[in-house]
């Protein structure tokens, strides 16, 4: 069973729009039997995403600090949940675990996770595929950022490529099982 790792929010953002990916994205990598890494909450898309998961009949792994799990709440309903020391802890863990990454909108923690894997696919310590679900538009202006960082000269081309998007949880899904 491939493992998909999955960044993104701790709040589900002001539109509908970011809630129903997240629960497509779940039923789909169900149906499709993946089984989902993410951080273990059960608040924002996180818990869309893998309640959808459970709901469809998905392998849910979370992986979580237990600091984290002293202020969030931890998605009780994870097949498994492993607690960890820190959050590098958790990133490493779970990227270590996953076939591909993607990521969906989120704030700080859901882009620090992303340049991270961007930056061990960059420096050859993964070669795992690295997708944003831009659900409405949410990642266009990064899109443009990294764009004009590779006009520029600070990100080479090849490594610009690394990062695959999807529009859609269907495209993602195409992309997936290429």
Not at 63 to 88: G, H, Y
Not at 89 to 104: F, H, P, Q, S
Not at 157 to 167: G, H, M, P, S, T
Request: one cysteine or more.
């Amino acid at each position: 069973m491939k493992s998909v790792l999955v960044y993104c929010g701790s709040r589900s953002g002001n539109s509908d729009t970011y809630a129903h990916a997240a629960a497509r994205l779940g039923e789909l990598l169900a149906e499709k039997k993946y089984r989902l890494l993410f951080g273990g909450g059960n608040v924002g898309l996180m818990g869309i995403l893998s309640n959808a998961m459970l709901d469809h009949g998905g392998e849910v792994l979370g992986v979580m600090p237990q600091r984290l799990i002293d202020r969030e709440i931890a998605n009780s309903r994870c097949t498994e949940l492993r607690v960890v020391k820190s959050m590098q802890e958790r990133k490493t863990l779970m990227e270590e675990l996953a076939d591909v990454i993607i990521t969906l909108p989120g704030g700080y923690g859901s882009m620090d996770e992303l340049f991270e894997s961007l930056t061990n696919a960059q420096l050859g310590f993964h070669h795992k595929p690295v997708i944003i679900l831009n659900t409405g538009g949410f990642y266009d202006p990064l899109i443009v950022q990294l764009d004009k960082m590779t006009e520029e000269g600070f990100l080479l081309k090849e490594n610009r490529e690394k990062l695959w998007i999807a529009a859609t949880p269907e495209e993602l899904m195409q992309m997936l099982l290429q």
